[in-house]
């Protein structure tokens, strides 16, 4: 059975680091696609960064480029999330989600079949 399960998150200071793992089983990881994304209160869900697994592939939504980094160990079936210098407006919950296809995740779409149950990230001083 697929199953998605995240850590590392909780409280942080802005202007602080976290990192977040995703751990996967049930499931070949270097056929698809690994991605994070994120809801707040109030807000609509959207995608934070995805990496293909078998060839890296990565991409970022602007609000996170050179601040956030994802990344995966294949031996372990875990995808990262590096998140520095973070600020109140990525206070979310954070969802870890698998699909085949790198470019489907990429869009957004929030049409996925397999979604972990999320970890709350909060920034505030």
């Known amino acids: ?50 990496i293909g697994i078998s060839d890296g592939s990565t991409y970022y939504v602007d609000s996170v480029k050179g601040r956030f980094t994802i990344s995966s160990d294949n031996a372990k079936s875990t995808v990262y999330l590096q998140m520095n210098s973070l600020k109140p407006e990525d206070t979310a919950r954070y969802y870890c989600v698998v699909d085949p296809s790198f470019r489907r995740l990429r869009a957004g779409t929030l049409r996925y079949e397999h979604w972990g149950r999320g970890i709350q990230v909060t920034v505030s001083s």
Do not use: H, N
Not at 13 to 32: E, H, I, V
């Open 1 to 50: 059975q697929l199953q998605l399960v995240e850590s590392g998150g909780g409280l942080v200071q802005p202007g602080g680091s976290l990192r977040l793992s995703c751990s996967a089983s049930g499931f070949t990881p270097d056929r698809y696609a690994i991605g994070w994304f994120r809801q707040a209160p109030g807000k609509e869900r959207g995608g934070v960064s995805c």
